[in-house]
């Protein structure tokens, strides 16, 4: 697997991925209109969820396989093809953000998202705060990983 920035041409296969993961992951977890709201605006092809940060890629010859978004010490996404899942996919691009982010990383995640809760602390990084994200005006009940 190659990483690189993304390229403003990935933003429609990105939301392809944050689509499938919101489908697919979600929709156990939060209110199926959520899971509409967010795919379709997902469907716009813009990388503007993650501000200004950097978004990266985990290439696979010519597909992506997963990608990281940073901003400062924040990591905002990161997603995985599920056919990549156990592959390391998710760590190598999750040592990139760490390193991106530096020693004050931190993220959301829903709480009931226990995949990537596990996955998180085993990067060292540990629940901090609970909280109510707002995503188009739905709650959501997250938690807050740090290190």
């Known amino acids: 697997m190659k990483l690189r920035a993304a390229l403003p ?6 939301a392809a991925i944050q689509s499938d993961a919101w489908r697919l992951g979600f929709a156990s977890m939060v209110p199926q209109d959520l899971v509409g ?8 092809g813009s990388l503007h969820p993650f501000g200004n940060g950097l978004v990266t890629v985990a290439m696979d010859g ?3 396989a997963g990608y990281v978004a940073t901003e400062k010490a924040r990591l905002w996404a990161l997603f995985v093809r599920p056919e990549y899942w156990g592959k390391a996919v998710g760590q190598q691009l999750f040592e990139g953000a760490d390193k991106a982010c530096g020693p004050g990383i931190y993220l959301h995640t829903l709480r009931g998202n226990i995949r990537a809760r ?6 060292g990084l540990r629940a901090v ?9 739905f709650e959501v009940p997250s938690l807050v990983f740090a290190r």
């Open 118 to 123: 596990r996955f998180f602390e085993r990067q």
């Open 37 to 44: 709201a967010w795919t379709g605006y997902l469907t716009t």
């Open 129 to 137: 705060a609970e909280i109510n994200d707002l995503y188009f005006n």
């Open 9 to 14: 041409r990935d933003a429609g296969e990105i």
């Open 62 to 64: 010519r597909r992506i």
